[in-house]
């Protein structure tokens, strides 16, 4: 059964131009002239997406997504996507934080708009499709503002994964533009990179095969391009990212991914598609700021609360602002803090040796291991669980 589009819009130019391009992907439309009427056809219908244009007569589009997310009940989600006139990203954060799953501007792509609701459909109907054979989980790092440590953390968890916990690991450096791990583990520009999995222009597992790059550790890598120039290559395509992502957990125990900072459509997806969610902060006062909005968008976007860590880097850096304050100030627990060693953080760098390659036992090498213990935890329950649904009823 096709999925089943409610497009409200109030021109009928626009009610044809976007019923004509998702009829031709093979939807079925249902049309709304304005917020009431889409809001009584989302009671009555409750399709499998609205695509909502936010200059409506009366209510905007904007304030029916709010009315559709205040009725929504016992955990269900319908996927919405509004269409706006502004470009920038204040227009796209305003439509996420009304409740939006997705923000395209005006005037719109069919390309485009396709490509974002068949993602939007995969993304909140993941249940009702065929499963693939899924067997790692992703964990993915977030850093709530640059230069907060994100990358050291996420690669020496990946070391810690791999040589104290002996699980298969694919690290995936998400940081297109200006990905580091070059720099941190000392490869060179001559390194194959994340741009040779999709040079055919299709991902597969024998182009994957051909980009990955093991390192000393025993880590496979998967590094951001040598250039920024080249991350248009990657991000051109809509889920690119989205699709290693999901091959690559097939392969492996644990993908962890070093996201970049921007809620862009890449991002997005990287979030849709996570296990396990680390959102890393330091104790300051932007910082924290910046959490309480990370989180409150997390839950927007229906991030499960089970699925996200707080990690508290460089716990003990004088700041001014102590862990408990900051906890008291977000209403929520930190899960994990890991020790401030700027001379063992920087020497590793320096060396192109992360600390959990040359001292495990050091005290930073002690938290990050710890933080791999926390992460690994859900994969061995969710694969013990595998393994019960799938051992035969005696
Ligand atoms: N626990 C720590 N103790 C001391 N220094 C640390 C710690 N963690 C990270 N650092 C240092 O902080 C600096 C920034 O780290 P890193 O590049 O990992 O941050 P990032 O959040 O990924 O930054 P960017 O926003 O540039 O991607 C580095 O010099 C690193 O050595
Ligand atoms: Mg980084």
Known sequence: MSARILVVAAQSAMQLQLGNMLRRDGYEIAIAPDGPEGLRQWTAERPDLVACDNDLPGPSGMELVMRIRQAEQNGSHTPIILLGAGTDVEAKVAALRAGADDYLA????????????????????????????????????????????????????AIALKRELKRSVCLVDANLQFGDHRVFLDLGPDSRSIVDAVSAGVVDLDMLGRAIVRHETGVELLLAP?????????????????????????????????????FDDHMLDVIGVADRLVVVMTADLSCVKNVRLVLE???????????????????????????????????????????????????????????????????????????????DQGAAASVELKQLELSPVR
């Open 106 to 157: 005006k005037p719109v792509h069919p390309q485009e708009l396709s490509a974002r609701v068949r993602g939007l459909l995969s993304r909140f109907h993941r249940a009702e499709q065929p499963q693939q054979q899924k067997s790692g989980r992703v964990v993915a790092f977030y850093g709530a503002k640059g230069g907060v440590g994100t990358t050291t953390l996420a690669i020496n968890t």
């Open 226 to 262: 040598p250039s920024p120039d080249q991350a248009e290559l990657v991000s051109h395509e809509q889920h690119h990212l989205l699709r290693i992502i999901e091959l690559l957990r097939t392969l492996y125990d644990h993908v962890v991914v070093d996201m970049n900072e921007r």
């Open 297 to 375: 968008t997390m839950a927007q976007l229906q991030v499960p609360q089970d699925r996200l860590m707080l990690v508290l880097n460089r716990a003990n850096a004088f700041t001014g602002i102590s862990a408990k304050s900051v906890e008291h100030v977000l209403k929520r627990s930190i899960e994990h803090q890991v020790v401030n060693d700027y001379r063992s953080a920087i020497s590793a760098l320096n060396s192109g040796t992360p600390f959990m390659a040359k001292r495990p036992e050091s005290a930073l090498g002690k938290d990050v291991l710890e933080l791999a213990r926390m992460v």
